[in-house]
Every structure is written in C-alpha cells, then in structure tokens.
C-alpha cells in the first residue's frame, strides 16, 4: 500500500528510525533490503545500506479499527468491529446493540462515518482505497428493501416510460444499478449533484439520442 525507501549506516539502524516515523507493528510491514552497506575498512568504501520498506494492508486495517473505535466511544456503545481488505478495498463490519445510533435516519449516520473513514484512510496511503462500512447488517437488510422500491419502479416505468427514484448514497445506487441489471426492457442511470444525486429507472425502447445520452452513466453507480 505504501513504499518507502530508507538510506542508513545499517539496515537494524534503518528499522529502528522507520518504527520511530510510524506507529507500526510486527507483520505490518515487509522489508526488501536493497544493499547491506559496509563499515569498510578503517572508515573507507564505507556505504550505507538502502532498505525498501512496505506498510501492509495489515497496517490499515488496525488504524481503520482503532479510528471507529473511537468513533464508537464517543457515543458510549458498547461494540465489537471486524476489519478485512482484498487489495484496495476495506470492509468494516461493526456490531452493537445499539448500533440504530451509529446508522441514524435512512442509513444517513452509516454514510457520513463511511465518508470520514474513506477521507482517514486515504491521508495514510499513497494509492486512493475504498472503505465500506456495514453496521448490524444493515446493507444486507437496505438491498433487500431497493430490491422492493426497484420492483415496484420498474412496473411504474414500463407504464410512464421513466420514474425517478428519491436520493440515495452511492452505495446505494450502485444496489439499485446492480439490481436493475436482470430487467432485460429497463435501464439506469444517476443524475443530480450530491447529496441529491438520484437513479432514473427508465423503459428502453424510446429517444436514441436519448439512449446514448445516457450510456456512460447506465448500470453504474455514478
């Protein structure tokens, strides 16, 4: 995730000066030494050694964890947080008996902590990732009600030719492009600016211009 290069008089010097810059543990990091360096013989052809040093996803996960533990604390919950990645991507799954207040109205608390902790993680690396947070299940639970509001959209938009959804996060419209992808007559795509921006169920079948129009933005979660 991170790469940093490190010129020092011995690689267990080099070690020693990386931990002090980062708050890092053992099997956080992977270490490549490029050159061993020399004392040379009574100081000359001395040469420094040259470590390559990488901070793991490892890493990541723990300051991602430690980051909505506090989050957690502030509010007083009693919790439990799992963190994994597969490459660019971490997912956070929280638990709490009282995690309704961490998830707020319409899911609107589970997307501004997942908007900070994308802006927290993403300070720390040198390439952009993508942090999803999934509270009590609550993902599971919102796919199955867009499965419902698409169903009922796409009856409306066969007969009316378009329906506009309400607003919606991008984790949520990217659900509800996923969603429509098996009805063969419809289409999808978003349209408005954040926080407002919205998914259009459309029937195809109508304005070509229309149709390319709209092409780039269809069954995708922009």
Do not use: W
């Not at 040198?126 to 867009?146: F, P, S, W």
């Amino acid at each position: 995730m991170k790469t940093l290069n490190y010129v020092g008089k011995s690689v267990d010097e080099i070690i020693k000066a990386f931990k002090e810059d980062y708050d890092v543990l053992e099997g956080e990091y992977e270490i490549n030494v490029l050159d061993k360096g020399t004392h040379g013989i009574f100081g000359l052809f001395a040469r420094d050694a040259v470590v390559e040093i990488t901070i793991t996803n490892k890493y990541y996960e723990r300051k991602l964890r430690e980051f909505l533990e506090g989050i957690f604390k502030i509010f007083n919950l009693e919790f439990f947080i799992e963190v994994s990645s597969r490459g660019k991507t971490f997912l956070a799954s929280c638990h709490s008996e009282d995690i309704g207040k961490i998830i707020g109205k319409h899911g609107k608390g589970l997307g501004a902590l997942q908007h900070l902790a994308n802006i927290y993680l993403n300070r720390m690396t040198e390439t952009k990732v993508t942090v999803i947070i999934d509270a009590g299940n609550y993902r599971e639970r919102r796919r199955e009600q867009l499965e419902r509001i698409v169903a009922v959209a796409v009856e409306k938009a066969r007969k009316v030719g378009k329906v506009k959804l309400d607003p919606m996060f991008a984790f949520e419209r990217k659900i509800v492009h996923e969603i429509a992808k098996k009805y063969s007559d419809i289409r999808t795509y978003s349209e408005g600016l954040e926080p407002y921006r919205y998914v259009v169920i459309e029937r195809k079948g109508g304005n070509r211009r229309e149709d390319r129009k709209h092409f780039r933005n269809a069954t995708t979660g922009n």
